[in-house]
């Protein structure tokens, strides 16, 4: 009975101390996709320059717009981030993120990484290109994404799965320039090159590479970077695609925000974006994932420049978004997992 | 068959629990062993099951060597039934299930024949669909008896068999285990801590205290002829009463001088006196007062006190009504005389 | 579940004095109880049901035509694979623990239930890592045997491998408990009836533990089917993934949550067969006597200790380490945020470890007070949510509760910050896990002992404090561990729920995880052990020696 009663105040304590909870004295709430340690040293930054409080809950985008949906107009959240176009144009879609009237961020950020109605921004590029290795692909032998459907890579390929929302956004901005038909035709030819079946993440994919499993694939730039840093001799090079005349370049994805619809500090927010789209807070922003900042004033970090220039595809990525579905739906026909 | 051991030593964890234990059940009889908790009569059982190794000795079923200081006979092959404590009946078998557990090496057309044959000698045969849960205590310990008997063991081992049953349940199932035993020519063996228990079933009985047998004898010489204090003390109400064994080997006490049954040193002695060792006479001079009476239907047990302040029992006739306080004349009627020697200090009546 | 007897006789109301238990009225009484504990995961399984309402036809068709095919067989393989898998391991090393005695047994019987402590996604990873192409072994292989085939890991094997190595211990843990209490006893009997131990141990000690087996291996099977992580490691598609996929790229929520109420019809289902296959089985408890586990010969000892390493090593040692050699390379991010962290996921997992088996208590209790079809139902629809993979359960209990917040704002202000919504959200994903072992020990009580007790006039709340909850102690405890370590591991509800500030060791993962950074989440996994370690042992001892259970 003792021991019951005791337990029973340790389970009110527990619920008070939690209860106890500070009110909502914060003056910038940030939903963030981009995880906490690529995020968390702008905004302390933020707060040591502005001395505006920020609190930020991390989670996927996914259940973030499921949440922002839920909570209606009784959120908290002021700024959504996601690491994706497609999430970004989501929750456009369904009416969470409000449009933003900011030269800056015209000025800021080019026009195919932001959206026509100016709801989201993106502020750092994500490359997804061709990776190979130094000691089986001669360079010469590689031209475009469509390239890698050619039989001479039977059994020589890697993908990510299709699960991975960069190669939804890929697959969607493939179709909007190339047509359904002719892009199933090559999501088919690749899936027939597969060394092995689809791994879960591009660092595994640069590793089969490495280990001789695959000679090629197709990854973000930034998870080389990272590989690089902890083994700089790894066999394998980045190979920017599509880049003479009259090809799309190189595929590109953004993280980007927005300010939500029932934001109670839009102006806040707004600002705050604004900062993260110029000078060294757009710095910091990609090169904290060896990324590319979207503001093309600034420079990205130096391992990043290393890789040397490319020209990116430059169709407005609302496209990803709208046709992400359909890219799912196509990759599944194709036997794309 | 007949159930031998022989200088049996075994300890737990370094702690001796049997101390050369040796007595004999021989083919068709019951036997009992007899002890508080703690003595080790359940593992002296277990022992015969073969569920515990030994450390010296050994123990023999009908001539064949089933444990000795090396190794033992695993229990299955040991032809042993076991009717244990909480009965331990398959939870998931009915009743005739139950009873055929242990006949799997019967031809299959016997097995249910014998069961229910067995579950008719217990007088279950209308329940043989029931499940365990779904039965009394008394009908579970039938079931385990049943369960146990059907395979035709050489040797029944009962643990505390009616322990967890009421004191009227005890007494018809005894009757009913005595004459089904009987009928089956089964050699037994069961140990209880209820000396009615073992009075009622056993043809021989033995006292276990402290992991050592104490006697190991009919049920009649523990009572009258114990071997020692302890088994005068653990066997039987009874009283001791202070006396001199003199050089002739006579024994005087303050009811009277007689002859000793059992030898000894001569020197201040211990006389048992049973209840029935003493009989009401209201002619006799000898008078004792009344200091506790319970009636036990036909007969009353009296608790009186002598004229030296000893205190001992008689047994009357219960329309022999005494007040409490009041005296009344007593004869010594002793068929035996055990003394023992006196142990220093006052005597104490157990 | 409802399978206790009423214990209550009907007295009839007439005639009856003012204080006189009253059947009906008592049993009303019990359904209102049972129903607020079932409210908030009936509100959720609303969520998901109304889901149906709104077909999302176009989704539909493409995944009845493209995608659910394959995911159903491949859920199908699993889910089947990984339940003989865990029952046979599970019951195996039970019985070995609980019915032997071998060298290092008294270590494994608390070693093996470490498993429990490593999330099933990190074991994959781990695996993965290094057993895959790329990884130490094959490229050792590799380098001493040119020429030789790569072999392929990341494969339904494989995945069925992972799963059953991390779920076993929902088996192991109730059937050692299940057979030390009676299991050795009943071998006894069966062994003095004249069967060899193997057949002792499959006609007596087996179907004891039966009912054991089967709860366990039901949880296993259920956690399964929600599992995403581990899936997602190997890239085996299977219903669950199916259901991101369908959320995640087809951005529909709807068409998610209507693939959730297929499975979940399906996990009833299953959950009503096995009440059925339960119901004539009640079991009356056997006194404790002194039972002497079976000393093997010694090469049959030595082969006990070879298997249980095996498992030790395979499911705990190996992954540990490796996360240990990752660890160690970034341990310089260990600060004293980790302190903050661990301290989160402690609190969380407490609460949830003390919340739960209370709920599932009185669940059982009600149903032993007023037994009826309803009450049975109420009792299986509380712990569908374990079946239910948790991001989808999080997005369906947010739904429900913001329905709630929205009708009646005060309690908004008071649920704001407060951890009682995550503490709500754990106990509609775990309450089957705190209910499986504390209905097995229910099923155990003796009506007599009841009885007794009643007739010594102790009865209702101190009858079950001073009667039934020492007696369920075994069970209470068993499911307050497996809550603990399962909050511990778990992310999806705690990162859509958390009030702020209440960032946990999951969490955490989930930061690296989510970047693919496999290698700095190991740090935070290995505190998760680490935290897990000293309740797993206490809450060991505690259920060891219960007297039931």
């Not at chain 1, 973000?220 to 990272?226: A, C, D, F, K």
Request: glycine share 8%.
């Amino acid at each position: 009975m003792r021991v019951l009663s005791r337990l029973s105040c340790c389970l009110a304590a527990l619920l008070l101390t939690a209860c106890g909870g500070k009110p909502g004295d914060a003056q910038l709430v940030v939903y963030t996709a981009r995880a906490e340690h690529l995020i968390q040293p702008l905004l302390l930054r933020y707060t040591e320059e502005t001395g505006i409080p920020i609190r930020f809950v991390t989670d996927k985008a996914g259940p973030l717009l499921a949440r922002l949906a839920a909570e209606g107009e009784a959120t908290q959240a002021d700024v959504l981030i996601t690491v994706d176009a497609g999430n970004l144009w989501q929750a456009a879609q369904q009416d969470l993120l409000q449009a933003i009237d900011s030269p800056i961020l015209e000025a800021n950020v080019p026009a195919h990484l932001r959206d026509p109605e100016d709801r989201w921004f993106g502020l750092s590029l994500r490359a997804r290109t061709i990776i190979h290795s130094t000691e089986r692909v001669d360079p010469e032998e590689l031209n475009t994404y469509a390239g890698l459907a050619d039989d001479r890579w039977r059994g020589r390929l890697c993908l990510r799965t299709s699960k991975e929302v960069y190669n939804q956004s890929l697959v969607a901005t493939m179709i909007a320039s190339g047509g359904e038909t002719e892009t199933e035709t090559l999501v088919r030819g690749w899936v027939d090159n597969l060394a092995a079946p689809p791994f879960a993440s591009d660092t595994q994919v640069i590793e089969a590479i490495a280990a001789g499993q695959c000679d090629l694939g197709l990854v973000n730039s930034y998870y080389l970077g990272r590989l690089q840093r902890q083994q700089p001799d790894l066999p394998v090079a980045l190979f920017w695609p599509d880049q003479a005349a009259g090809e799309r370049g190189v595929h590109v994805n953004v993280s980007g925000a927005g300010v939500t619809r029932h934001s109670p500090r839009p102006e806040a927010a707004r600002a705050f974006i604004e900062w993260l789209s110029a000078g060294e807070a757009q710095r910091l922003f990609a090169s904290l994932n060896l990324e590319y900042p979207v503001n093309p004033e600034v420079a990205p970090a130096p391992l990043v420049a290393a890789w040397g220039e490319f020209r990116a595809d430059d169709i407005n990525l609302s496209t990803a978004g709208e046709l992400q579905a359909a890219a799912v739906r196509l990759m599944d026909r194709a036997g794309y997992h | 068959m007949r159930l031998c051991l022989e200088g049996v030593c075994a300890a737990y964890g370094g702690a001796p629990v049997l101390d050369r234990l040796s007595f004999e059940v021989p083919a068709g009889t019951i036997g009992c062993l007899l002890g508080a908790s703690g003595s080790g009569k359940t593992t002296a059982l277990r022992i015969i099951a073969g569920l515990e190794p030994i450390s010296a000795g050994r123990v023999v079923v009908g001539g064949r060597v089933l444990t000795d200081g090396t190794g033992r006979v695993a229990p299955e092959h040991r032809g042993m039934g076991m009717v244990f404590q909480d009965f331990a009946l398959l939870p998931h078998l009915n009743v005739l299930d139950n009873v055929r557990f242990g006949l799997h090496r019967m031809p299959a057309t016997d097995r249910t024949s014998r069961a229910r044959d067995m579950l008719t000698a217990v007088g279950l045969a209308a329940l043989a669909e029931r499940y365990p849960h779904q039965l009394s205590g008394g009908q579970q310990q039938r079931v385990a008896l049943a369960r146990a008997l059907a395979p035709r063991p050489a040797l029944l081992l009962l643990d505390e068999p009616f322990a967890s049953l009421d004191l009227e349940l005890r007494e018809s199932l005894g009757q009913a285990l005595r004459e089904l035993l009987l009928a089956e020519g089964t050699t037994a063996l069961l140990v209880t801590h209820s000396q009615h228990e073992a009075f009622a079933l056993a043809d021989l009985v033995g006292v276990l205290d402290q992991g050592r047998l104490r006697q190991w004898d009919t049920a009649y010489n523990l009572y009258h002829r114990p071997a020692d204090r302890m088994v005068a003390d653990f066997v039987g109400e009874g009283a001791f009463l202070r006396g001199e064994r003199r050089p002739d080997g006579a024994i005087a006490t303050e009811l009277g001088s007689f002859p000793a049954s059992n030898p000894g040193a001569p020197g201040p002695v211990e006389v048992l006196l049973r209840p029935d060792d003493l009989v009401h006479d209201d002619a006799s001079p000898l008078r004792a007062r009344v200091r506790h009476k319970v009636f036990r239907g036909g007969e009353m047990l009296y608790t009186l006190s002598l004229a030296s302040g000893a205190e001992v029992f008689a047994l009357v006739p219960s329309h022999h009504d005494h007040d409490i306080g009041s005296e009344l004349g007593v004869r010594p009627d002793l068929a035996h005389v055990i003394a023992f020697a006196a142990p220093p200090g006052p005597a104490a009546a157990p | 579940m409802a399978t206790a007897p009423p214990l209550q006789p009907d007295l009839g109301a007439a005639k009856l004095p003012a204080r006189a238990l009253r059947g009906p009225e008592r049993g009303a009484g019990w359904h209102l109880v049972a129903l607020a504990i079932a409210m908030p995961a009936l509100a959720v399984l609303l969520v998901v049901a109304a889901a149906l309402l709104r077909p999302d036809g176009e989704v539909w068709a493409h995944l009845s035509a493209h995608v659910l095919p394959r995911a159903s067989w491949n859920t199908l393989w699993l889910v089947l694979g990984v339940g003989l898998g865990v029952s046979v391991l599970g019951t195996g090393l039970a019985a070995l623990v609980a019915l032997c005695e071998f060298p290092g047994r008294a270590f494994f019987a608390w070693a093996l239930l470490l498993p429990l402590a490593v999330p099933a996604y990190v074991l994959a990873t781990v695996y993965i890592g290094l057993f895959d192409y790329a990884g130490p072994l094959q490229t050792l292989l590799r380098e001493h045997l040119p020429g030789v085939p790569g072999i392929e890991v990341r494969n339904r094997w494989g995945v069925m491998a992972v799963l059953v190595l991390a779920l076993y211990p929902y088996v192991y843990l109730v059937v050692r408990n299940a057979l030390a209490s009676q299991g050795a006893r009943l071998m006894e009997v069966a062994r003095l009836l004249g069967h060899r131990p193997g057949q002792a141990f499959r006609r007596a000690a087996l179907p004891l533990a039966l009912p054991w087996i089967g709860g366990g291996t039901l949880l296993a099977m259920m956690e399964t089917l929600a599992d995403f992580g581990a899936v997602a490691a190997f890239n085996y598609d299977t219903l669950t993934t199916a259901i991101y996929r369908t959320w995640y790229g087809l951005f529909s929520v709807s068409g998610a949550l209507q693939i959730a109420a297929v499975l979940l019809l399906f996990v009833l289902a299953l959950l009503a067969l096995e009440q059925r296959a339960r119901a004539g089985q009640r079991f009356v408890t056997l006194g404790a006597a002194p039972v002497q586990r079976r000393r093997l010969a010694p090469r049959g000892a030595w082969l006990a200790t070879l298997i249980c390493g095996l498992v030790w090593l395979l499911a705990f040692a190996l992954p540990v380490s490796q996360l240990l050699l990752w660890a160690l390379r970034e341990i310089d991010s260990l600060d004293r945020r980790y302190w903050l962290l661990a301290a989160n996921s402690l609190q969380l997992a407490l609460g949830a470890a003390l919340l739960l088996p209370a709920l599932a208590l009185t669940l059982s209790w009600a149903q032993r007070r007023a037994p009826s079809a309803a009450m049975g139902w109420l009792a299986r629809l509380a712990t569908l949510g374990y079946a239910m993979p948790g991001a989808l359960l999080a997005v369906a209990f947010f739904a429900a509760a913001g329905t709630l917040l929205k009708v009646f704002p005060d309690l908004a202000g008071l649920l704001r910050g407060s951890i009682l919504l995550l503490l709500t959200a754990y106990a509609v994903r775990f309450l089957a896990v705190a209910a499986t072992p504390v209905n097995g020990a229910a099923l155990r009580l003796k009506p007599s002992i009841e009885e007794a007790a009643r007739n010594l006039g102790v009865s209702g709340f101190r009858l079950f404090l001073r009667v039934h909850l020492p007696l369920l102690r075994g069970g209470v405890l068993t499911a307050a561990l497996l809550v603990f370590v399962d909050v511990m591991k778990e992310m999806p509800i705690t990162l859509m729920t958390r009030p702020f500030g209440w960032d946990t060791l999951a969490v955490r993962i989930f930061e690296f995880t989510t970047e693919g950074q496999w290698q700095r989440a190991a740090l935070p996994a290995l505190a998760i052990v680490a935290v897990g370690l000293l309740p797993t042992y206490w809450l060991h001892r505690g259920s060891e020696h219960a007297p039931l259970s």
